[in-house]
């Protein structure tokens, strides 16, 4: 069916919203059409989320128009876009664990008799509502009862069920196995049946490529392009979601890099990992990086990069693997033992899992070593002043003194205390999760020289970023990774344009044979 028979069930055009004068979208549009699946892709701060906030009326924009079935709407709050049939389903599930599925899809809609509540009539319905969208469940089981999937399930037919013109899915399938994705896809499929416009967010190409009958991606808070799967294949894509990558050819001396290479490769290992698997999201990964070399872990957002972190760190329990450290192996990992061992972990959530808020830089700093500081269970003001005077001076730390508070430096600067909480542990090998997200351009160039500063002390170093071209830029060696698993391997100094693009989009043909070897 042409564009022109379609019926436009949304449109948001010229789309614009600021936060504290940052701009967070620039004039974006989107057009949803009944009975099609279309995604919404961008990578990290693209925008994709700030404008389905918009749609859902959590945020009003400063600039632009929503249309609802050709009128034009305003919502205040969620409410009024959820009567208006939008609907939503986000990452994190939101039922309520001891009420029954169908008191949870019913809530607020429950059938009555005579001003009371008729649960039969309630059960009947919602078998029904199950029923139409191929589901066997419940309607009385208890949802803490469920599995993850199938709570995901009754969370998305609460939210549709009952007359939705626009479903808007947020990464559904990120908790979900594979036999629990098929039956969401069921799911989807016949929402698109019944002519509801599905608006799809997932990080998983597969995922896209399988669903979707149109894309529209964004980036930095602008719209690059609406295309189909047919007329937009998978490298393409990853080219509109990232822009060119510049990989400064010009600047890369071959045969410095070549030495370099060499000169690694006569390294022991470092950091071994061997089939590594967490939930969904971590696949069988195995790579090894010896001392001194800086390792990068090159894959789109939803390709498993910060799990593989956090699996390795013991920041989540993986379900199988081994991880050895200088030779070591690290055994039931947990954060305590990984720290232990010599594994050290630099969030990318530098807020809400790296600094201590109410805390001063020192204590921040020394937060990692108070057992070494102490003498007697009481911390030495004297030990605890010359770390932080150290590494305060080897990072450059700039703030007006060491008892300064945290949160009043900035972002760069906040991370460099980071780097130096963990670097006077004295680490065998560090884990850098996108060590540069948030910070300027001059802090990081800093934090660049730190990491070069953590190889040339034999550590070795994993690290990943939002940013291909700053992994391409730092590291020596790039492990490819694809939904949760390892899709190639290359020497940065030996990959083009064309290249990095196949391997982001998962179509890379093959995998660097002698890994960690000279090239």
């Given at each position: 069916m042409?564009d022109?028979?379609?019926i436009l069930?949304l449109?948001?055009t010229n789309?614009s919203k600021?936060?504290?004068?940052?701009?967070?979208?620039?004039g974006v549009?989107?057009?949803?059409?009944?009975g099609?699946v279309h995604?919404?892709n961008?990578e990290?701060?693209?925008?994709k989320?700030t404008?389905?906030?918009i749609?859902?009326?959590?945020?009003?924009?400063?600039?632009?128009?929503?249309?609802?079935?050709?009128a034009?709407?305003?919502?205040?709050k969620?409410l009024?876009?959820?009567r208006s049939?939008i609907?939503?389903v986000?990452q994190?599930i939101n039922?309520i664990?001891?009420?029954t599925v169908?008191?949870?899809i019913?809530?607020?809609r429950?059938?009555?008799?005579?001003?009371?509540?008729?649960k039969?009539?309630g059960?009947?319905?919602?078998q029904?509502?199950l029923g139409r969208?191929?589901?066997?469940i419940?309607?009385r089981a208890?949802?803490?009862s469920?599995g993850?999937?199938m709570?995901q399930m009754?969370?998305?037919?609460?939210?549709v069920a009952?007359?939705?013109?626009?479903?808007i899915?947020?990464?559904?399938?990120s908790?979900l196995?594979?036999?629990?994705?098929?039956t969401l896809f069921g799911?989807?499929?016949q929402?698109?049946?019944?002519g509801?416009?599905?608006?799809f967010?997932?990080h998983?190409m597969?995922?896209?490529?399988?669903l979707?009958?149109?894309f529209?991606?964004l980036?930095?808070?602008e719209f690059v392009?609406?295309?189909?799967p047919?007329?937009l294949?998978r490298v393409?894509l990853?080219?509109?979601m990232?822009g060119?990558v510049e990989?400064?050819?010009?600047g890369v001396?071959r045969k410095?890099a070549?030495s370099?290479m060499e000169q690694?490769?006569?390294?022991e290992v470092?950091?071994?990992v061997?089939g590594?698997c967490?939930?969904?999201r971590?696949?069988?990964?195995?790579f090894?990086?010896?001392?001194?070399?800086i390792?990068?872990l090159?894959g789109?957002?939803?390709?498993?990069?910060?799990?593989t972190?956090?699996a390795l760190?013991?920041?989540?329990?993986?379900?199988?693997?081994?991880?050895?450290?200088?030779?070591a192996?690290?055994?039931?990992?947990?954060p305590?033992r990984a720290?232990?061992?010599?594994?050290?972990y630099?969030?990318?959530d530098?807020?809400?899992?790296?600094?201590?808020?109410?805390?001063s830089i020192?204590e921040?700093?020394?937060?990692?070593?108070?057992?070494?500081?102490?003498?007697f269970?009481f911390?030495?003001?004297?030990a605890?002043?010359k770390?932080?005077?150290?590494?305060?001076?080897e990072?450059?730390?700039?703030a007006?003194?060491?008892?300064?508070?945290?949160?009043?430096?900035?972002?760069?600067?906040?991370?460099?205390v980071l780097l130096?909480?963990?670097l006077?542990?004295e680490p065998?090998?560090?884990?850098?999760?996108?060590?540069?997200r948030?910070?300027d351009?001059g802090?990081?160039a800093?934090v660049?020289r730190?990491?070069?500063?953590?190889?040339?002390?034999?550590?070795?170093v994993?690290m990943t970023?939002?940013?291909?071209e700053?992994?391409?830029a730092?590291?020596d060696?790039?492990?490819?990774?694809n939904?949760?698993?390892v899709t190639?391997?290359?020497y940065?100094?030996?990959v083009?344009y064309?290249g990095?693009m196949k391997?982001?989009s998962?179509?890379?043909?093959?995998?660097h044979?002698?890994?960690?070897?000279?090239?």
């Amino acid at each position: 069916m042409s564009d022109l028979k379609k019926i436009l069930a949304l449109q948001a055009t010229n789309i614009s919203k600021s936060f504290n004068g940052v701009p967070a979208l620039k004039g974006v549009s989107l057009n949803l059409y009944a009975g099609e699946v279309h995604g919404l892709n961008g990578e990290n701060g693209a925008g994709k989320s700030t404008l389905i906030k918009i749609i859902t009326g959590f945020y009003q924009s400063d600039a632009g128009q929503l249309l609802l079935e050709g009128a034009p709407v305003t919502f205040a709050k969620p409410l009024e876009a959820q009567r208006s049939g939008i609907s939503t389903v986000y990452q994190e599930i939101n039922l309520i664990p001891e009420r029954t599925v169908a008191e949870n899809i019913l809530l607020g809609r429950e059938p009555r008799r005579a001003g009371i509540l008729d649960k039969k009539a309630g059960v009947q319905q919602v078998q029904a509502i199950l029923g139409r969208y191929g589901l066997d469940i419940d309607p009385r089981a208890k949802v803490s009862s469920l599995g993850l999937g199938m709570q995901q399930m009754v969370a998305i037919v609460r939210s549709v069920a009952f007359e939705s013109k626009v479903v808007i899915l947020d990464e559904p399938t990120s908790a979900l196995n594979g036999k629990e994705i098929e039956t969401l896809f069921g799911v989807i499929r016949q929402l698109r049946s019944e002519g509801a416009a599905v608006v799809f967010v997932s990080h998983r190409m597969s995922e896209l490529y399988e669903l979707c009958d149109r894309f529209t991606v964004l980036r930095d808070g602008e719209f690059v392009m609406e295309s189909t799967p047919d007329e937009l294949p998978r490298v393409e894509l990853v080219k509109a979601m990232l822009g060119g990558v510049e990989l400064g050819e010009t600047g890369v001396d071959r045969k410095a890099a070549k030495s370099r290479m060499e000169q690694l490769a006569q390294q022991e290992v470092g950091l071994s990992v061997r089939g590594l698997c967490w939930s969904t999201r971590v696949r069988n990964v195995s790579f090894d990086v010896r001392k001194g070399e800086i390792v990068g872990l090159l894959g789109l957002l939803g390709s498993g990069r910060t799990e593989t972190c956090k699996a390795l760190f013991g920041a989540v329990k993986a379900d199988s693997g081994e991880v050895l450290v200088d030779g070591a192996a690290l055994t039931r990992a947990t954060p305590s033992r990984a720290l232990s061992a010599g594994l050290a972990y630099l969030s990318e959530d530098r807020r809400t899992e790296g600094i201590f808020a109410g805390l001063s830089i020192k204590e921040n700093l020394t937060a990692a070593t108070l057992d070494s500081l102490a003498t007697f269970g009481f911390v030495s003001f004297k030990a605890q002043n010359k770390v932080v005077k150290h590494y305060s001076a080897e990072l450059k730390i700039k703030a007006a003194n060491p008892e300064q508070s945290i949160s009043e430096l900035s972002g760069g600067n906040q991370q460099k205390v980071l780097l130096a909480r963990w670097l006077s542990r004295e680490p065998k090998a560090i884990l850098l999760d996108d060590p540069t997200r948030g910070i300027d351009i001059g802090a990081k160039a800093e934090v660049h020289r730190v990491v070069r500063m953590l190889a040339a002390k034999g550590i070795s170093v994993v690290m990943t970023s939002s940013e291909t071209e700053e992994l391409l830029a730092i590291c020596d060696r790039l492990i490819v990774l694809n939904e949760g698993s390892v899709t190639g391997e290359v020497y940065s100094h030996e990959v083009d344009y064309q290249g990095v693009m196949k391997l982001l989009s998962g179509q890379a043909d093959n995998t660097h044979e002698h890994a960690g070897e000279t090239p």
